[in-house]
């Protein structure tokens, strides 16, 4: 199974997005792929190979965020914190 959980983004430059993550550890995306403008701020899906396949507003993406922190809270957090570091 896989999970796409919103990263934010922290800043744009041509077609390659810097996005926050949970460790701390700012990566690099594309945004090749996706279809529309990408700012600082709004929240990207993403798939392997660092490609951005869908942009969310906050809201969304919050929303997601959460439904997934209680989805996943029966693994316990470690398991939630783990997502999208592998």
Do not use: K
Request: with cysteine; net charge negative.
């Amino acid at each position: 199974m896989c999970i796409a959980l919103p990263h934010r983004v922290v800043r744009v430059t041509g077609d390659v997005a810097l996005i926050a993550r949970d460790d701390g550890d700012p990566v690099e995306v594309s945004l090749l792929l996706l279809g529309e403008s990408v700012a600082p701020g709004d929240y990207l899906l993403l798939q392997a190979g660092g490609f951005a396949m869908a942009r969310l507003d906050a809201d969304t993406a919050r929303q997601r965020l959460r439904d997934a922190r209680v989805l996943f809270a029966a693994g316990g957090e470690a398991a939630f914190n783990a997502l999208g570091q592998g």
